[in-house]
């Protein structure tokens, strides 16, 4: 446990596995009170119970984030629960089929938006509140360097996460003159369950990451020091 996080309230979605929850472990060790959310409980046990083994706490939220309407409540949940949120880590997000655009469906462009964007404009909706009410409000979102550079085939989820750190940033000018910093996490490419899904014949970069290797990032970026704000953050611009 390293203190760097003591006291803290953070919230980590897409917590079940992969960045996020290797982002959760992080933060629980660092001295945070972390409320995991995913789909599956199962997984989320999972991670509660590493986190736990090592003496930190978590809060399990199960949670679709498909069910947009009901995240309005999300906000004044963790309000009644903790009295605060100091930190929020958007991290979950989908896949879609890979194919040509003109091959696409609508629905599976339906499916990518609302998880990856438009779940998250509602999550700014309703946390805001509890993020700037904090001494030191913190929120990141997990980008992709498919959402700034075209690539054949990843045309919905490239599109939805271009526009996700679109809106990331227009919120950060919005609460600039503010105590929350906002920021971009751009981890390349990291050996996911994803990243099997995307790449089908294995990816054949040089690059790749572990979530583990990643984490520390979204660990700067959410101490009460962090400099940063509006900004696209990579690993490598730390040594990570």
């Known amino acids: 446990m390293t203190g760097l996080l003591d006291g803290r309230i953070a919230l980590v979605t897409g917590a079940s596995r992969g960045i996020g929850a290797e982002v959760a472990k992080l933060y629980a060790r660092a001295g945070a009170h972390v409320i995991l959310l995913a789909r599956s409980t199962k997984s989320l046990e999972e991670v509660d119970d590493v986190i736990r083994s090592e003496g930190g706490s978590a809060t399990l939220m199960p949670f679709d984030l498909q069910n947009i309407d009901l995240l309005e409540a999300l906000g004044p949940t963790i309000a009644e629960r903790f009295g605060r949120l100091d930190i929020w880590v958007g991290n979950a997000g989908i896949l879609p089929s890979l194919m040509p655009v003109s091959h696409s469906k609508i629905v599976d462009w339906q499916d990518v938006f609302h998880v990856n964007v438009l779940a998250n404009v509602q999550m700014i909706r309703t946390l805001e509140p509890l993020l700037k009410a904090s001494d030191a409000g913190r929120a990141m979102v997990t980008g992709s360097g498919l959402g700034v550079d075209a690539y054949p085939f990843y045309g ?15 919120w950060a000018e919005e609460v600039r003159h503010t105590s929350l910093k906002v920021n971009i996490v751009r981890p390349g490419a990291v050996d996911t369950e994803m990243l099997h899904t995307a790449f089908p014949g294995g990816y054949q970069g040089h690059d790749l990451r572990t979530p583990a290797q990643v984490a ?9 020091d962090c400099p940063h704000h509006g900004a696209i953050i990579c690993p490598e611009d730390y040594g990570f």
């Open 156 to 170: 919905a989820y490239g599109a939805s996460k271009a526009a996700v750190m679109h809106l990331f940033k227009t």
């Open 216 to 224: 520390p990032l979204f660990l700067h970026l959410a101490k009460a």
